[in-house]
């Protein structure tokens, strides 16, 4: 495990630390990345898409406050690393990717690894995962455009959504919503860069 930047300070969640110290980030690249996995950067991962920074990761698994009870919705299973810090922390993780060729590679990585408490879908992540709901925690990898009704439906009373939003580029943040009392209390945290949800037609 490397020495991360002195921003690495933000992350004061024990848990988190933890399961990002346990977590093999090389399994998870292509091999001609995997000298690289250790550092505090993304890296492609093929169609277009990214493993998202090691900070990043921890910073928006923190903000979730996960428990052994919960259970995590995670839009954008990508190369599966993110789903992989989930199961280390949640009861079960739910995570939905649309490109079937990563979704598939990150199945069968996860499941090398030994995690059994992950569930991976190929569909739009718009739309969620309506058959599972409410969910404790719903953690969003790519930029949506704006907020996505169908995910604010599906979290539970005090459940916690993160979620970059913006247009393509730079001009994203990260958001913190929770559900409170019927009412979704919504708070800004970070910009960020992330790649793009799109939603349905």
């Known amino acids: 495990m490397p020495k991360w930047p002195p921003h690495w300070t933000?992350?004061?969640?024990?848990?988190?630390?933890?399961?990002?110290?346990?977590?093999p980030r090389h399994r998870f690249v292509p091999?001609?990345?995997?000298?690289?996995?250790?550092?505090?950067?993304?890296?492609?991962?093929?169609?277009?898409?990214?493993?998202s920074q090691p900070f990043v990761v921890a910073?928006?698994?923190?903000?979730?406050?996960?428990?052994?009870m919960s259970k995590v919705l995670e839009v954008g299973t990508g190369c599966g690393y993110q789903t992989a810090i989930l199961?280390?922390?949640?009861?079960?993780?739910?995570?939905?990717?649309?490109?079937?060729?990563?979704?598939?590679?990150?199945?069968?990585t996860l499941d090398g690894l030994g995690y059994r408490n992950v569930h991976v879908s190929v569909?739009?992540?718009?739309?969620?995962?309506?058959?599972?709901a409410p969910y404790d925690g719903i953690i969003v990898t790519a930029a949506a455009p704006t907020w996505p009704p169908p995910l604010i439906e599906q979290l539970s009373e005090g459940g916690r959504l993160v979620i970059p939003?913006?247009?393509?580029?730079?001009?994203q943040m990260l958001w913190l919503a929770q559900k409170l009392?019927?009412?979704?209390?919504?708070?800004?945290?970070?910009p960020v860069r992330f790649v793009p949800l799109v939603p349905d037609d």
């Open 10 to 23: 933000e992350i004061t969640d024990s848990a988190v630390l933890a399961a990002i110290a346990r977590v």
């Open 31 to 51: 091999v001609e990345h995997q000298t690289e996995a250790y550092e505090d950067r993304p890296l492609p991962i093929g169609y277009g898409q990214t493993i």
């Open 59 to 68: 910073l928006m698994t923190q903000l979730l406050e996960l428990t052994p």
């Open 87 to 108: 199961a280390e922390l949640a009861g079960e993780v739910y995570s939905v990717e649309v490109v079937a060729e990563l979704s598939k590679r990150a199945g069968e």
């Open 123 to 132: 569909c739009d992540g718009w739309d969620g995962w309506p058959e599972f």
């Open 165 to 171: 939003i913006g247009p393509a580029g730079w001009d």
């Open 181 to 190: 009392g019927g009412e979704v209390i919504k708070r800004q945290i970070a």
